[in-house]
């Protein structure tokens, strides 16, 4: 079925307080009522910068820094010195590792 384009600021309007006094997603809204989705939301960006204000009410969005921390390896090693374990990670230090061992091994 071919999605109608939002016809004109009236039109558009109308639609947005239709959806936003619905319990509807926009997708879904859109779909119901035959209407581009993409039209629609141009015509909301429109008469926004028109209006200082989102036509559907909208809250305003606000901008986050996000900061992506490296992942954790998910690899993990056993290190077996007679009847001692030691479990390391990706992250451990060789120098350190082999200080260990030594010291476990003289024990």
């Given at each position: 079925?071919?999605?109608?384009?939002?016809?004109?600021?009236?039109?558009?309007?109308e639609?947005?307080?239709?959806?936003?006094?619905?319990?509807l997603?926009r997708?879904?809204?859109c779909r119901l009522?035959g209407?581009?989705?993409?039209?629609?939301?141009?015509?909301?960006?429109?008469?926004?910068?028109r209006?200082g204000?989102?036509a559907?009410?909208?809250?305003a969005?606000r901008?986050?820094?996000?900061?992506?921390?490296?992942?954790?390896?998910?690899?993990?090693?056993?290190v077996?010195?007679?009847?001692?374990?030691?479990e390391?990670?990706?992250d451990?230090?060789d120098?350190?590792?082999v200080?260990?061992?030594?010291v476990?091994a003289?024990?």
């Amino acid at each position: 079925m071919d999605r109608r384009k939002v016809r004109d600021g009236d039109d558009a309007l109308e639609l947005l307080r239709a959806l936003s006094h619905s319990e509807l997603s926009r997708k879904e809204f859109c779909r119901l009522h035959g209407i581009d989705g993409r039209s629609l939301r141009c015509w909301e960006l429109n008469l926004g910068r028109r209006h200082g204000q989102v036509a559907s009410e909208a809250p305003a969005l606000r901008l986050l820094e996000v900061t992506v921390a490296r992942p954790r390896s998910s690899a993990s090693y056993r290190v077996h010195v007679g009847d001692l374990v030691v479990e390391v990670d990706d992250d451990f230090v060789d120098d350190t590792l082999v200080r260990l061992v030594a010291v476990l091994a003289a024990c």
